[in-house]
């Protein structure tokens, strides 16, 4: 153990890249198959990403709970957290799509979470959120918003922007808690463990976990592989995963989201958003 921050200090950046990746090929490869029923999810055919991010009600509501969240949580990015380009558009699909029941894998400081929680609030005052991650995320001690400098911890930014009552934390390894929960969700935003085996077992479980019209939100999905922003590599694990699971199940499709009205990173419009819906029937 010891052994590990010298090799990570001596080797090149793109060795521990080439070796993180394939370490996770390996991980997928010996992953068992699992089951995958795309029966609730919404065809893409009924995803209208255009009218989605174009939406000027969403845009409207977007200016006022924007400035809300930048007043307790800052309007820059956060180590660790979605971009601010990101949240937007987060808040943006929540805000058009309208679930009743939203679960988050991956709260860290709560970027993703407030933009989720605001978007309910505007657009379904009884909508409900649930924020899962393997690390207790309030906690004045141990939680990334104290190593990132934030003054609060994620819930009490939630009682600030008045959305307490959305949410809820979960603190459980994803799968786990996927595996026990009796609660059904509209919409799955997948950021957690980036792993190729963790989203692949992740995408099998959130179906089972999806009502019917339902979608799951990836972050950090890098099409084939590749860059997306100038100034950062790749994570190669959501690609790789949601390859394998529409190798055996085809009816599948992912959408990545692509470029957005707005900015995301590094001068960039794009984003890694890609949602998994219910691929159209060949003709
Ligand atoms: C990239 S961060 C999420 C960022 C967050 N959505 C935001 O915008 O602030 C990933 C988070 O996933 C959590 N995580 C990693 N593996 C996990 C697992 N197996 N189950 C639940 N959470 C996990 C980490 O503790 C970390 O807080």
Redesign the pocket.
Known sequence: MVLRPLIKALLPRSALGAAVSARDAVQILSTPRAAFDARNLRPAADVDMKAIFGDRSAAEAWQTDQAAVASVFGARE?V???NPGD?RAIYHLIYALNPRSVL??????????FHIARALRAAAPDGTLTT????D?NDPQSG?WVSVGLNRAPRDMLAALDCARHVTFVV????E?MTATNEKYDFI?L????SAR?VYLETAAALRLLRPGGLILL??FYPEGRPLYAGSGVIVGPDRALKRVRRECPDIAVMPVGALPWLTKDGSNVTSLALVAKASSPA
């Open positions: 956060w660790g957290g979605v949240r988050e894998v991956g709260t860290h400081v709560g970027a993703s979470t899962v991650d393997i690390s995320v990334a459980r390894p994803s799968l808690f935003f950021d957690g463990d980036h963790a972050h950090d």
